[in-house]
């Protein structure tokens, strides 16, 4: 929830920030669709609702929405003030922005969930409510500890914290004072302090607040939905001002966001909307956030448009072969929807896994080969040090500093609050008001002119020696250098000119959203922060049982949800990929740790969780001879008659779409039916546990002619072809099929698909 307070605050609800738009882009709606791939392209010609895209990590689904709006609107279906984005930080509502009005489509809103409903909220209040519009509050902590201490409890100032959340998500669940004991009871939630203590502070503070005219901003989406609900004229007024909705990251939704779309989509809810999310990817439950609506959206909409993107340009095979693994191994709901990602790069290098005695020397050795990565060309603002809480950061902000290495971190002070970025904008903008200024006579150009602006503040074409606040102010002044830099090409690009003017104003407007540029460091972030970046190397630190999975989480969902943290975590690197974890806290400690759960399977040596995952998902695993050499290719598959890349497991297993025509030999088919009910028979086992129905369609219409052939066949794994691939290929021969040798053991369990 905090990220969705700084985001409200930071946000402008009203003006979109002045990018570096290309006005010579070409104008027709075709254009438009240049570039995409073909899922990207259905999204973006699907113009009418409900459309719902499921968009795997890394596979550019803000490219998709954004030319589906731009499309809309270059073709004359939308008009551009009456289509409403909306998101969840202002750093992706500013970037939807910049990227809309690259491609034409100025006049789109989009915002946060928050910031559009402020902006109703403000403009219909006086003729809804009457008065002025009650103070937002800014941070609540002070008012829960206020409310708290008028109960008689005393609270420390870490629970405080938990105390804050919990109200806040009986509100985004929808839940009051009164119904919060029996409520969380009844899920069986974990709750920082006795439930009707609780129930009583979050009363009292609901009192206070209201008797103070004041609102937090949970209060600003239920006052929003509440008068769309009560006075139909204006619902009526907003539905008739926006027509077409646009909602990412559709499965971090909670049930009161959930309340005020419905309000703003109107009956039916789903006209013109259009839903994107990954459930693989919910990790803000304990906010409220929820994949339900995502996942049911189908149910809601049974006439819904689905689109799966599955092609993941942003990392190699090595790291979504990892992802993918990882994911095979989860369990519950939202793991039935899981997509399978296809790496659309080339190959790059496997994921190392380090395993360390103690903390500090897995973080001093992090730090070391983070230096030698930067002595390869790799800039530090291209790596992460990612970990489970904010506490494990110390260690690896030390290790970093003793060698010298810049980093900065995730979810510290904001770029432009820093002191010396408010100090370079004053100093900006008197330059840019002045006809003449002698700190920017002979500068060549617009950067030059930065420069010489900023080295009075102490900008040096260098960076000083050491790390520390010399080093961290040189670091601020130097991000502004380089915006200024890649301004200037842009605009060029495009055919403007590039004055201090109007890098003041891009200045102002990325301050406005929060969009700073990036600081030449190492990133150290929590999982969490992390969600919605990416680098070209990640390191993922501290992977240990107790911290990840955290040892709070107890129940099967809150296990699951931190596997989709790490798997959050390992679709952030684009290239170099490592996880490591240490045995003891100290050195010298007790070497007590054990590596996390969610790693077994996957890292060479380790046994899998289930019968299936060990072999394959791995690294180093022995595989030699004909089984090595016909090891499947990674890659997209794609259907052998229409060539479209297939996504559902029986579809991939038959490499075609399942309403493609079928090649299939029937009499061939009728013929391993046969001989597989003789071999269930024999074994006493169900006849899918030696080959499902689809594994025996793949095979009679490839027709396999070797063992190679047929161990490219999904279903065949390395068991199966020892125990059944002679048989297979003599009938695939038309003959009569050997007996299977008796001392075989029955191998690995048949897909269910």
């Given at each position: 929830m905090e990220r969705m307070q700084e985001d409200l605050l930071s946000g402008s609800p009203y003006d979109a920030p002045h990018g570096w738009a290309d006005p010579g882009a070409a104008t027709g709606p075709d254009a438009v669709l240049a570039g995409l791939d073909p899922e990207q392209?259905?999204?973006?010609?699907?113009?009418?609702?409900?459309?719902?895209?499921?968009?795997?990590?890394?596979?550019?689904?803000?490219?998709?929405?954004?030319?589906?709006?731009?499309?809309?609107?270059?073709?004359?279906?939308?008009?551009?003030?009456?289509?409403?984005?909306?998101?969840?930080?202002?750093?992706?509502?500013?970037?939807?922005?910049?990227?809309?009005?690259?491609?034409?489509?100025?006049?789109?809103?989009?915002?946060?969930?928050?910031?559009?409903?402020?902006?109703?909220?403000?403009?219909?209040?006086?003729?809804?409510?009457?008065?002025?519009?009650?103070?937002?509050?800014?941070?609540?902590?002070?008012?829960?500890?206020?409310?708290?201490?008028?109960?008689?409890?005393?609270?420390?100032?870490?629970?405080?914290?938990?105390?804050?959340?919990?109200?806040?998500?009986?509100?985004?669940?929808?839940?009051?004072?009164?119904?919060?004991?029996?409520?969380?009871?009844?899920?069986?939630?974990?709750?920082?302090?006795?439930?009707?203590?609780?129930?009583?502070?979050?009363?009292?503070?609901?009192?206070?607040?209201?008797?103070?005219?004041?609102?937090?901003?949970?209060?600003?989406?239920?006052?929003?939905?509440?008068?769309?609900?009560?006075?139909?004229?204006?619902?009526?007024?907003?539905?008739?001002?926006?027509?077409?909705?646009?909602?990412?990251?559709?499965?971090?939704?909670?049930?009161?966001?959930?309340?005020?779309?419905?309000?703003?989509?109107?009956?039916?809810?789903?006209?013109?909307?259009?839903?994107?999310?990954?459930?693989?990817?919910?990790?803000?439950?304990?906010?409220?956030?929820?994949?339900?609506?995502?996942?049911?959206?189908?149910?809601?909409?049974?006439?819904?448009?689905?689109?799966?993107?599955?092609?993941?340009?942003?990392?190699?095979?090595?790291?979504?072969?990892?992802?993918?693994?990882?994911?095979?191994?989860?369990?519950?709901?939202?793991?039935?929807?899981?997509?399978?990602?296809?790496?659309?790069?080339?190959?790059?290098?496997?994921?190392?896994?380090?395993?360390?005695?103690?903390?500090?020397?897995?973080?001093?050795?992090?730090?070391?080969?983070?230096?030698?990565?930067?002595?390869?060309?790799?800039?530090?603002?291209?790596?992460?040090?990612?970990?489970?809480?904010?506490?494990?950061?110390?260690?690896?902000?030390?290790?970093?500093?003793?060698?010298?290495?810049?980093?900065?971190?995730?979810?510290?002070?904001?770029?432009?609050?820093?002191?010396?970025?408010?100090?370079?904008?004053?100093?900006?903008?008197?330059?840019?008001?002045?006809?003449?200024?002698?700190?920017?006579?002979?500068?060549?150009?617009?950067?030059?002119?930065?420069?010489?602006?900023?080295?009075?503040?102490?900008?040096?074409?260098?960076?000083?020696?050491?790390?520390?606040?010399?080093r961290d102010r040189w670091e601020s002044l130097a991000a502004l250098v380089r915006l200024a830099e890649e301004f200037q090409r842009t605009r060029a690009a495009s055919g403007q000119g590039a004055d201090l003017a109007a890098y003041v104003a891009e200045l102002d407007a990325r301050a406005a959203a929060q969009h700073a540029p990036a600081v030449e460091g190492v990133t150290l972030a929590s999982l969490h922060a992390a969600k919605g970046l990416e680098w070209d190397a990640v390191y993922l630190v501290g992977l240990t049982e107790g911290t990840l999975p955290i040892i709070y989480a107890k129940t099967d969902e809150q296990i699951e949800e931190e596997r989709r943290l790490l798997y959050v975590g390992v679709t952030r690197a684009r290239k170099h990929l490592s996880l490591s974890w240490a045995l003891s806290r100290s050195p010298g400690g007790r070497a007590s740790r054990k590596p996390s759960r969610f790693m077994d399977g996957l890292r060479p040596g380790s046994s899998a969780p289930g019968a299936r995952t060990g072999g394959r998902a791995g690294r180093g695993s022995a595989e030699t001879g004909e089984r090595s050499a016909a090891r499947r290719a990674r890659g997209p598959v794609k259907c052998r008659v229409c060539d479209r890349v297939l996504t559902e497991a029986v579809e991939r297993k038959l490499r075609r779409c399942e309403d493609c025509p079928s090649t299939m030999d029937e009499g061939l088919y009728e013929r391993l039916r046969e001989w597989r009910a003789g071999q269930a028979k024999g074994q006493g086992v169900p006849a899918y546990v030696v080959f499902t129905d689809a594994t025996l369609m793949a095979i009679a219409e490839d027709v396999p002619s070797s063992t190679r052939e047929l161990a490219q066949i999904s279903g065949v794994g390395a068991m199966k072809l020892d125990k059944y691939g002679a048989s297979v290929l003599s009938l695939c021969a038309g003959e009569e099929p050997e007996e299977a040798p008796d001392d075989v053991e029955d191998g690995e369990p048949g897909d269910p698909a």
């Open positions: 392209r259905a999204v973006a010609t699907s113009l009418h609702g409900p459309v719902c895209v499921l968009a795997g990590a890394g596979t550019g689904k803000t490219r998709a929405i954004t030319h589906r709006i731009a499309y809309g609107v270059r073709s004359g279906v939308y008009q551009p003030a009456q289509v409403l984005a909306v998101t969840f930080t202002a750093r992706a509502a500013g970037e939807m922005r910049g990227r809309l009005r690259q491609l034409g489509a100025e006049g789109v809103q989009a915002r946060t969930f928050h910031a559009a409903a402020l902006r109703q909220l403000q403009y219909f209040w006086p003729r809804a409510v009457g008065g002025p519009v009650p103070q937002l509050l800014e941070r609540k902590v002070q008012l829960v500890a206020e409310s708290a201490g008028r109960c008689g409890l005393r609270v420390q100032r870490t629970e405080l914290r938990d105390l804050t959340a919990e109200i806040e998500w009986a509100k985004v669940t929808q839940i009051g004072p009164d119904d919060y004991p029996s409520a969380v009871a009844k899920i069986g939630r974990d709750t920082p302090r006795d439930p009707a203590e609780t129930a009583q502070v979050y009363r009292v503070y609901e009192e206070t607040k209201s008797r103070r005219g004041a609102i937090d901003f949970e209060d600003v989406l239920l006052l929003t939905a509440a008068i769309l609900e009560d006075r139909p004229d204006i619902a009526d007024q907003v539905r008739s001002q926006y027509r077409h909705f646009t909602v990412d990251e559709y499965q971090d939704v909670s049930p009161l966001q959930q309340r005020l779309l419905d309000q703003w989509t109107g009956p039916g809810g789903g006209a013109s909307l259009c839903v994107v999310g990954d459930a693989s990817q919910t990790i803000y439950s304990f906010t409220g956030a929820t994949p339900d609506y995502l996942l049911n959206f189908r149910t809601r909409h049974p006439e819904a448009t689905v689109v799966k993107l599955v092609r993941d340009y942003r990392s190699t095979p090595q790291v979504v072969h990892l992802a993918n693994a990882l994911l095979s191994q989860a369990r519950g709901e939202a793991a039935r929807h899981r997509l399978e990602l296809v790496s659309q790069r080339e190959a790059g290098p496997e994921p190392v896994y380090t395993e360390y005695e103690d903390e500090p020397t897995e973080a001093e050795s992090t730090a070391r080969r983070i230096k030698d990565l930067l002595a390869t060309g790799v800039r530090a603002s291209e790596i992460a040090v990612l970990f489970r809480t904010n506490g494990q950061s110390e260690v690896y902000e030390q290790a970093l500093a003793d060698l010298g290495v810049p980093y900065q971190l995730k979810g510290a002070e904001r770029f432009f609050e820093r002191p010396e970025v408010r100090d370079a904008g004053i100093l900006l903008r008197g330059a840019a008001r002045a006809a003449e200024d002698p700190l920017t006579e002979g500068a060549p150009d617009l950067a030059g002119q930065v420069r010489a602006v900023l080295a009075t503040r102490g900008f040096t074409p260098e960076p000083p020696a050491g790390s520390g606040a010399v």
